[in-house]
């Protein structure tokens, strides 16, 4: 008795071959196959490309936003209810401090004080994020220390101030002026306390590319804003930058344990809350638009493959008298079906990630096309984010197009399979 040939055997796939490559003079439909291969492979190559793009941008605005941040802060709360109030400073922060980055994933630990006051130049005015921190503390901030438009010294930090480019702008201040800082909050006298006024030189200007640090963030030497806001000996919070920022969630408990039972953390993700959730449903948005382009170009494959079985209903007749079984011919024309689309998502997903990783080139062809650099389009409003490919994104957009381009092949292909070879072959 004569074996069952196994699904998906080898005369299987060379029937789907031959039909694949067929001229139309011999009943083929080659050019709807090259249609839907090529449909195919654009659209995925649309998907990874435009993920990748995503992921970038998100990357970016990340990196921007941390750059001139901390991944994390520790506060101390205020108790009033104790017999001594208790306020909300720091003063054993040189053992937090060693506690602190004794943890593994924690890199630096900057004490800080900070204080809202007024800055003062030749009659403008403008309000005023201070930051009391070290200079070996600020160098540790990348936007900040190694800001590609910065002017100035920031070696001479503990000589004066660094503010920010669009508060220099707003108060027309240039290296080497002096900056008024007005706080309400100043000298303690008998008769209360008087605002205090201080002048300060500008040693260095930063550009973090966020703009509302640029506008309104000035650093100041620790301990002159120690004296300053009148924190002698104390400071206001802990930040703290860490190996891997997107883990953070992981490190609050550990944080918490290391610094006393006043303690609470602040993380980037909880500044951030709102931005990180606009993103995640941006990239929802997206995946479900592209995933439509992907199904449009899909649906290309079952047109083929309609043509393909009305063209081929005398060989699906000879077949089925030969004795090729309902499946076996289900099995040629889905593998006919699936072999376009997954030569297509194959070719996208190289095009993707080839065009995400000559992303600055791409940039180089759009400054060549308008004539414009960069930076001036840049200065106009236009935005290049990088391009970023992850496992997760290049998954998701194979998985949907050959999910997609299989799913959908099954139908034409169950039509051949129940086409009767006798109708079939009546009138040849």
């Known amino acids: 008795m004569a074996s069952t040939p196994p699904p998906f055997a080898r005369f299987e796939w060379m029937i789907a071959w031959r039909y694949l490559r067929a001229r139309r003079a011999e009943g083929g439909v080659s050019v709807m196959t090259w249609i839907s291969l090529i449909g195919i492979t654009l659209a995925v190559f649309a998907l990874v490309a435009t993920l990748a793009v995503r992921e970038g941008l998100r990357s970016d605005l990340i990196q921007t936003m941390l750059g001139a941040n901390a991944h994390a802060e520790i506060h101390y709360r205020r108790d009033f209810s104790a017999e001594i109030p208790v306020d909300h400073l720091i003063r054993n922060y040189g053992e937090l401090v060693e506690t602190v980055g004794s943890l593994p994933e924690v890199t630096l630990v900057s004490p800080l004080v900070r204080g809202q006051v007024m800055g003062s130049y030749r009659g403008r005015n403008l309000p005023v994020d201070v930051f009391g921190i070290t200079l070996n503390d600020l160098q540790n901030y990348p936007k900040i220390a190694a800001s590609q438009d910065a002017v100035g010294d920031l070696s001479r930090f503990n000589d004066g101030v660094a503010i920010g480019a669009m508060m220099a702008r707003q108060l027309g201040v240039g290296i080497g002026d002096r900056i008024k800082l007005i706080s309400p909050n100043g000298v303690k006298t008998p008769m209360g306390t008087s605002p205090r006024v201080s002048a300060y030189e500008v040693v260095y200007i930063f550009s973090s590319g966020q703009g509302f640090v640029d506008q309104s963030r000035l650093y100041l030497p620790l301990a002159e804003a120690q004296s300053?806001?009148?924190?002698?000996?104390?400071?206001?919070?802990?930040?703290?930058?860490?190996?891997?920022?997107?883990?953070?969630?992981?490190?609050?408990?550990?944080?918490?344990?290391?610094?006393?039972?006043?303690?609470?953390?602040?993380?980037?993700?909880?500044?951030?809350?709102?931005?990180?959730?606009?993103?995640?449903?941006?990239?929802?948005?997206?995946?479900?638009?592209?995933?439509?382009?992907?199904?449009?170009?899909?649906?290309?494959?079952?047109?083929?493959?309609?043509?393909?079985?009305?063209?081929?209903?005398?060989?699906?007749?000879?077949?089925?008298?030969?004795?090729?079984?309902?499946?076996?011919?289900?099995?040629?024309?889905?593998?006919?079906?699936?072999?376009?689309?997954?030569?297509?998502?194959?070719?996208?997903?190289?095009?993707?990630?080839?065009?995400?990783?000559?992303?600055?080139?791409?940039?180089?062809?759009?400054?060549?096309?308008?004539?414009?650099?960069?930076?001036?389009?840049?200065?106009?409003?236009?935005?290049?984010?990088?391009?970023?490919?992850?496992?997760?994104?290049?998954?998701?957009a194979a998985g949907l197009s050959l999910g997609l381009s299989w799913l959908i092949t099954v139908f034409p292909a169950r039509r051949a399979a129940r086409m009767n070879p006798v109708e079939a072959l009546r009138y040849e």
């Open 228 to 396: 300053f806001f009148n924190r002698e000996g104390a400071v206001d919070q802990l930040d703290l930058r860490l190996n891997d920022p997107e883990q953070v969630a992981q490190m609050v408990l550990p944080l918490l344990r290391s610094s006393g039972e006043r303690a609470y953390v602040t993380t980037w993700q909880d500044r951030a809350g709102g931005m990180i959730q606009a993103l995640k449903m941006q990239d929802n948005a997206i995946f479900i638009v592209l995933s439509i382009l992907v199904l449009i170009a899909a649906l290309n494959i079952v047109s083929g493959l309609i043509m393909l079985v009305k063209n081929k209903g005398r060989d699906i007749g000879i077949l089925r008298t030969m004795g090729l079984s309902q499946g076996s011919i289900l099995r040629v024309f889905f593998l006919c079906g699936a072999s376009v689309g997954t030569l297509g998502t194959l070719f996208g997903v190289i095009l993707g990630v080839v065009f995400a990783a000559n992303i600055d080139s791409i940039y180089g062809l759009v400054d060549w096309i308008t004539g414009s650099g960069v930076r001036d389009l840049e200065a106009n409003g236009f935005f290049f984010p990088s391009a970023v490919v992850t496992f997760g994104d290049v998954s998701a």
